[in-house]
Each structure stands twice: as structure tokens, then as C-alpha cells.
């Protein structure tokens, strides 16, 4: 009840069967930074650095929040042009999945939900700022999330 109240309400139950069902899509954070404003000298040619990060949180039993964090900088040369980090965040009803299927929802199926609202959140905020349009490529969130499994943990490269 008390989570009804604030507005988390369960997926409807149709049986036993997996459900990932997406009840909210919101900008949780963001910032934006421009230390010298749109100003350029010469060719606008900056080096653009991309970061990702996806942080989870049990708001109630089957219920997550998934938060992907998407961190853009540009330089030109040593100078910062511009930062931009939004937080982009949904709330997920995760339902009878398997240990293994609710991480891999965690780490690929839900930031690839989010992504394409930061996605336009990012290039809003870099286009208001007095920059020409940015355009974030697409991210495949499965493959990131394959590479991450394939990695050793940290006690385990300890251990060799």
C-alpha cells in the first residue's frame, strides 16, 4: 500500500511467467559545464570522451531503480570545452527471473532502455550550451555487459 502511495505500482500478474515491465522513465541529475563558454579558436575538432555507468537500487520486492549514469567531455587540445554528465533513471518491475536474468536486465536490457533519453538529454544540453549538435553513438549494452562478465573479479586475480 505504502508503495502504491508512492506511485510504484506492481505489473499485473499474468501467472508464473518473467516479467520486466517499465513503470517510470525520469532525469534524475544532471550537470553541464563550459568553462570558457562556446568559444572556439580555429577548427572545431575537440576529442570526445564517453563514460557509462549503470547503478541499481531495490525500492521495494521486484522493484528497481536503475540509474544510467552518461558522462560526455570534450576537449580541444589540453582545454576543456565542455562536461556533461546526466543521470537518466527508470523504475522496473523485475518478476520472476533467474539470479542471472535479473542481472543481465540490470546490466544490458534496462540501460538500453534509458539510454536513448540521455541520449537526447545530453545533445539538448550540448546544443543549448552554444554547441554545434552532438549526436552520442549507439551503445550495445549486451556486448558491454558480456565483456564485464568475462573479466575477473577482483579476489580472483588475487588469487593467481
Not at 62 to 85: D, H, I, M, P
Not at 105 to 110: F, L, N, Y
Not at 121 to 132: A, C, E, K
Request: contains cysteine; hydrophobic residues 40%; aromatic residues 6%.
Amino acid at each position: 500500500m505504502a508503495n502504491e502511495a508512492a506511485g510504484i505500482v506492481p505489473a499485473p500478474e499474468d501467472g508464473n511467467g518473467p516479467i520486466l515491465h517499465l513503470q517510470h522513465v525520469y532525469l534524475k541529475d544532471c550537470s553541464y559545464e563550459a568553462p570558457n563558454g562556446p568559444r572556439g579558436e580555429g577548427n572545431w575538432n575537440p576529442q570526445i570522451n564517453l563514460d557509462l555507468h549503470t547503478g541499481v537500487t531495490a525500492l521495494a520486492p521486484e522493484v528497481q531503480e536503475v540509474v544510467l549514469t552518461v558522462t560526455v567531455s570534450a576537449k580541444q587540445g589540453e582545454t576543456t570545452v565542455f562536461l556533461v554528465e546526466v543521470k537518466q533513471a527508470g523504475v522496473f518491475v523485475l518478476r520472476n527471473l533467474s539470479e542471472e536474468d535479473t542481472k543481465r536486465a540490470v546490466g544490458a536490457i534496462c540501460p538500453g532502455v534509458l539510454f536513448p533519453y540521455a541520449r537526447a538529454q545530453v545533445s539538448q544540453l550540448i546544443t543549448l550550451g552554444g554547441f554545434p549538435q552532438l549526436l552520442l553513438p549507439p551503445v550495445n549494452f549486451d556486448a558491454l555487459y558480456a565483456a564485464n562478465q568475462n573479466q575477473p573479479t577482483p579476489s580472483a586475480a588475487q588469487a593467481n
